[in-house]
C-alpha cells in the first residue's frame, strides 16, 4: 500500500483508539506534544517508564573495574545497541579528539548489533585499541557495576524516546554527556545531572573534556545526578501511575 495511505490509517486508528480511553500515559513530553496535533480531546499525562535500579558491591564495581576498564585512568562509559541510531560513530570521532587532549582516558562500550565489526575496524584505523574496550553484551548485574565504575557516561544518541540507559547512569550518580535531542533532553537537565550540547564535535568534545577536567565538577553533577534521578525510581512513577488507576476507576 502506499505509505501515505497506511499512515493516515494508522493516525485515524491511534485518535480513534486515545479517544476511547479516560486518560492517555505517555513517557514523555514530546511524545505528550506529538499527540496534541493529533485530534484527541483525552487528557495526556506524562509519567516516565519507572526504574528499578540494582545497587552492586564494592567488590562487582571493582571486578567490573578490573576486566572492562583502566584503574589508573579516568573512565567513560557508553552503553547501548551497536547500531547506526546511536551514533556510535560521533562517539569514536569525538573521543579520538578527547584522547588527544587528555591521555588518562579508557572508554568502556557495553552492548551489541549489527555495527559491532565496523567499531571495531574504526577504533583499530584510528589508533584507539587500547584505549576503548568493547564488552558486548552484559547481564544487568554488570551494567550497573559499569555505572558505578564510571566516571562519566557519554551518550551521543540522537534517536531515543526516552534513554533508558541515561536515566540508570544518572540514577547511579554518573553524570552523563549528551546531546540536546529527543528523549535525552528530558532525562538531563544540563549543568545539574550532566551536560547538553548541540550535534556538534567540537562542543561535545569541549563539554566532555570540561567534566573530565573539573574533578570538583564532576562531584557536583554526581551528587545532583542522583537527586534528579529519584523521580524515576519506580516506586515513584508507580504511585502516580495508582493515583491516575484510582481516579479513573472511582469515576467510572
Given at each position: 500500500l502506499p505509505e501515505s495511505w497506511v499512515y493516515k490509517y494508522a493516525k485515524k486508528e491511534s485518535e480513534r483508539f486515545c479517544n476511547a480511553c479516560n486518560k492517555i500515559i505517555v513517557p514523555t513530553n514530546e511524545m505528550k506534544k506529538m499527540l496534541k496535533n493529533y485530534k484527541i480531546n483525552k487528557e495526556i499525562i506524562t509519567i516516565p517508564s519507572g526504574i528499578n535500579i540494582y545497587s552492586p558491591s564494592n567488590d562487582e564495581v571493582a571486578t567490573f573495574k578490573n576486566k572492562y576498564m583502566n584503574n589508573e585512568?579516568?573512565?567513560?562509559?557508553?552503553?547501548?545497541?551497536?547500531?547506526?541510531?546511536?551514533?556510535?560513530?560521533?562517539?569514536i570521532d569525538a573521543f579520538q579528539i578527547i584522547k588527544q587532549n587528555k591521555t588518562n582516558v579508557h572508554l568502556t562500550i557495553i552492548g551489541d548489533g549489527p555495527e559491532r565489526k565496523n567499531i571495531e575496524q574504526k577504533i583499530k584505523k584510528l589508533g584507539l585499541k587500547d584505549s576503548v574496550t568493547l564488552t558486548g553484551y552484559l547481564n544487568k548485574k554488570e551494567v550497573f557495576s559499569a555505572y558505578k565504575a564510571a566516571d562519566i557516561m557519554l551518550?551521543?544518541?540522537?534517536?531515543?524516546?526516552?534513554?533508558?540507559?541515561?536515566?540508570?547512569?544518572?540514577?547511579?550518580?554518573?553524570?552523563?554527556?549528551?546531546?540536546?535531542e529527543m528523549g535525552i533532553k528530558n532525562v538531563i537537565e544540563h549543568e545539574i545531572s550532566g551536560l547538553l550540547t548541540k550535534d556538534d564535535l567540537t562542543e561535545y568534545v569541549a563539554a566532555t573534556l570540561d567534566v573530565l577536567n573539573n574533578s570538583e565538577k564532576r562531584a557536583r553533577l554526581s551528587t545532583n545526578a542522583k537527586e534528579v534521578g529519584n523521580k524515576f525510581s519506580h516506586t515513584e512513577t508507580g504511585k502516580k501511575l495508582e493515583d491516575i488507576l484510582i481516579e479513573v476507576t472511582q469515576n467510572n
Open positions: 585512568y579516568l573512565n567513560c562509559l557508553f552503553i547501548g545497541r551497536d547500531g547506526k541510531e546511536k551514533n556510535i560513530d560521533f562517539l551518550f551521543p544518541s540522537k534517536t531515543e524516546t526516552q534513554g533508558l540507559t541515561a536515566v540508570e547512569s544518572i540514577m547511579c550518580g554518573t553524570p552523563v554527556i549528551g546531546i540536546n
